[in-house]
């Protein structure tokens, strides 16, 4: 029914004489004008007629009448008027008789930029046996249109376009006859709230309600309808359809649903559309199930992670996939069955690139869609089946690569197989341990670099490490902070900046800890979590949170390097030494800059939601490479700045220190090319596969860089509370100090000297005179440095 209501139209379309713009702009012609011709009485209307060619060389007479003194319709333009133009008026009503002098002749009435246009009265096309197109534009006075259709005879009605008025209701279309196969239902930029129920009722090659104000479809909408295209796109306010809303629509191929606000999709009267758009539309949480689908052949969505549910029906819908796999396995052994009782099978196809019904006796949803004239038989667009299971690659552990979906190949009508070794092998194939192949769906947007078919970690060694990571980090900042605030000891300025070093650390742990259980919740089925996960609270927190503390601890090692270096280099220059008021300070506006640099994807500057690992990686807009770059910048800087200060610490020892070789050097010497080594390791692999990025030649995607987000971009995280505090002396006696509060281990408080209060110096370690015989000089004593770094 569907090809012969297309072919109609196909037909009837080469009779149309004009096309017009979306919006209703100027005429595009398809005419020649050959002569111009008068009025039959010259009136002094406003207006030009004029003889013109349409296709297969009829000659028809169009007049055109525009002019604010324009007030109605001539009533004696021309006999054989054919169609008629009104722009520019100031015409409030067209009355119900206006046309009527035309009635036998009037192909098209077009009425455009009528800024006081209010009504045109029912039944003003009525007895129009040759009405093809009414084509209303920039009518902003116009909300109703009752009687619009009221009387309309014609059978050969090709278009309506009621465009950018302020029409707040659907015209009833009932009236039209119902051997009219339209070519175009236009409603679009105009100010519709509903479609009621019944309220479309015709058969058109193209329906569309864009941009209008749409925010509710009722059931049956468009009941007892054959609709080709439909198009809702650009109803923002569009949140809810009812579950019956497109029920009784018949042979629609194509549905636009993009730029709504809707939160999932009806499928009562759609399993047999063959384009969907839902693109642009971020409420769309999950996409229906390929296996709701009978003949789905492209698919324009918003998010990638959607077309991975196209991909693997399996992982995306277990319950449904496991039902479709029982009903291939009861049809194959009644396929079996059949063969071997030498009955013939002969299938008659609707379709070669759908899903089909290979169960007589079933008749729900997708499946349904074969008729038998024996015993159902293998499907033609299906090469092999596995009885025993899907071939579809796991998600568990493991990244799944990406293919380009393909389309599907036409093949032979299936026909009428006989008993023979020949139809043996093919049902045995049919029916065979071979592999399942699903319906091949163009999808877009497809998974990409930044949002492939894969779980968060993707694969299971790097499920596994992110564990370690997250213990180590969580445990070892945790200690940190809590020595530091409940030992009782001296608040100075290491301490208080190793506190803030640990906390913003701390954070990092977290964010690992949100991104690795998340992994674990989700694991295998990511793409059915994946829109509450990253435009969800639980990813804005993560991306916060990382931001803030890989800013923040940055900013603070620089701190501790820079205090470190005055500390030791200028140890004899009283004055020069960071007091805690001033540290205090300047922590505060790295307080501050972290916090804005994390708060900025927040409010629209790249953003958390790019991808599963909740990092700001969008680059689409200037202002969101500024960002990133101004990020790596402001990095590489305090990478620069804590190499310096270290060179400047160890130059700063006397030649002899320098160059003594003792175990208390070297530990020291180590101890700051570790430190440095860390901080390069961490801040160089990300800041080079970042700015390759930017530059437009990324060289690494999502995937791979998990890589990075396990073992290199966390490494800081884990290392700096060993590094500066766990495994340094002062750390372990203000542990101690700490255990002996609490009544524990005081006997190995007392092997370091202490109380139950530690009284420590806030001064840089004194300095000694060394002379080696002819010159005398400056240096620190190595138990001073060893305090500093071991």
């Known amino acids: 029914m569907r090809f012969a209501i297309f072919s109609l139209l196909i037909a009837q379309t080469l009779l149309a004489s004009c096309a017009f713009d979306d919006f209703g702009g100027d005429l595009e012609e398809v005419t020649s ?12 209307w406003p207006c030009h007629c004029y003889n013109s060619t349409e296709s297969f060389s009829q000659t028809v007479v169009e007049c055109r009448c525009y002019g604010k003194e324009f007030k109605e319709v001539p009533i004696d333009l021309h006999e054989n008027l054919h169609k008629i133009t009104i722009t520019h008026s100031e015409m409030k009503v067209i009355e119900c008789d206006s046309f009527q002098p035309y009635r036998y002749t009037l192909h098209d009435v077009i009425l455009e930029n009528m800024p006081s246009l209010r009504v045109i009265e029912a039944g003003t096309f009525r007895d129009m046996p040759n009405l093809r197109t009414i084509y209303i534009s920039h009518s902003p006075q116009i909300k109703f249109l009752h009687g619009l259709f009221d009387g309309v005879t014609a059978k050969k009605f090709l278009s309506l376009r009621i465009v950018r008025t302020s029409l ?22 105009n100010k519709i709230e509903r479609i009621r129920r019944n309220a479309i009722k015709i058969k058109a090659g193209q329906v569309t309600l864009n941009y209008n104000q749409i925010n509710f479809v009722e059931d049956l909408a ?76 492209e698919a324009h969505l918003t998010h990638p992670f959607h077309c991975c549910a196209f991909k693997y029906p399996e992982q995306h819908d277990p319950k449904r996939h496991a039902e479709y796999e029982e009903i291939l396995r009861r049809n194959c052994q009644k396929l079996m069955l059949n063969n071997g009782t030498n009955q013939g099978i002969t299938v008659r196809k609707r379709r070669s690139n759908s899903y089909e019904d290979y169960d007589d006796e079933e008749s729900w949803g997708a499946y349904n869609n074969m008729a038998y004239e024996s015993s159902p038989s293998a499907p033609s667009h299906w090469d092999q089946l596995d009885m025993n299971g899907s071939n579809l690659p796991a998600l568990r552990g493991q990244t799944i690569e990406w293919h380009d979906a393909k389309p599907i190949q036409q093949q032979a009508v299936l ?90 650390d701390l954070c990092m742990g977290l964010y690992l800890l949100l991104i690795a259980s998340m992994d674990l919740h989700s694991v295998g089925t990511y793409f059915n979590f994946a829109f ?23 900013f603070t090692l620089t701190i501790v390097t820079v205090e470190r270096w005055f500390a030791i280099a200028y140890a004899i220059y009283l004055t020069r030494r960071i007091r805690l008021g001033l540290a205090a300070k300047v922590m505060i506006g790295g307080w501050i800059y972290s916090f804005l640099m994390a708060s900025l994807p927040l409010f629209g500057v790249s953003n958390y939601s790019s991808t599963s690992i909740c990092l700001p990686m969008e680059v689409k807009a200037i202002g969101d490479k500024a960002y990133l770059i101004s990020m790596i910048a402001v990095n590489g800087l305090a990478f620069v700045l804590i190499v310096f200060c270290y060179a400047q610490i160890y130059f ?50 999502v995937t791979r860089s998990k890589i990075l987000l396990v073992f290199f971009y966390p490494l800081n995280s884990c290392a700096n509370p060993y590094l500066y505090a766990i495994t340094t002396a002062q750390y372990r006696k203000d542990f101690f100090v700490l255990l002996s509060r609490l009544g524990l281990c005081s006997k190995k408080t007392e092997k370091y000297g202490l109380t139950t209060t530690l009284q420590t110096n806030t001064h840089p370690v004194p300095l000694i005179t060394r002379s080696n015989g002819r010159k005398t000089s400056t240096v620190l004593p190595t138990s001073g440095l060893e305090d500093a770094f071991v």
């Open 222 to 297: 468009f009941n007892g309808s054959q609709i080709g295209k439909l198009s809702l796109r650009g109803n923002r306010e569009l949140t809810e359809l009812d579950k019956n809303a497109f029920k009784g629509l018949n042979d629609i191929n194509e549905l636009d649903l993009s730029e709504t606000s809707i939160k999932e999709l009806p499928l009562v009267g759609l399993t047999k559309i063959e384009v969907l758009k839902i693109d642009n539309t971020p409420s769309m949480k999950v996409i229906p199930s390929v296996y709701d689908f009978s003949y789905l052949k």
């Open 652 to 701: 700063s020892l006397a030649y002899e220190t320098r160059h003594t070789v003792t175990l208390g050097e070297m530990t020291i010497a180590k101890k700051m090319a570790l430190l440095v080594f860390t901080d390069f390791v961490c801040w160089a692999p990300i800041a080079f596969f970042a700015l390759t990025a930017l530059a437009g030649y990324p060289l690494i995607g």
């Open 33 to 44: 004008f050959v002569s111009k011709v008068d009025p039959k009485n010259d009136s002094g």
């Open 415 to 504: 026909g009428t197989f006989h008993d023979s070794s020949a139809e043996l092998t093919q049902i045995m194939a049919f029916c065979g341990n071979l592999t399942i192949k699903t319906l091949n769906v163009i999808c877009y947007p497809e998974p990409n670099a930044l949002n492939p078919c894969e779980d968060i970690m993707g694969s299971y060694y790097l499920r596994i490490s992110v564990w370690f990571v997250v213990v180590l980090s969580v445990l070892g900042n945790l200690a940190v902070i809590i020595v530091v605030l409940f030992s009782g000891a001296e608040v100075t300025v290491p301490r208080f900046l190793m506190c803030n070093l640990a906390f913003a």
């Open 168 to 189: 707040i209701e659907i015209p009833d279309l009932s009236n039209i006859h119902s051997d009219n196969i339209m070519h175009m239902v236009d409603l679009d930029g």
């Open 532 to 554: 509450d996960w990253q435009y969800g609270f639980g990813c804005q927190v993560a991306g916060f949170l990382t931001v803030f503390a890989s800013q923040l601890s940055i």
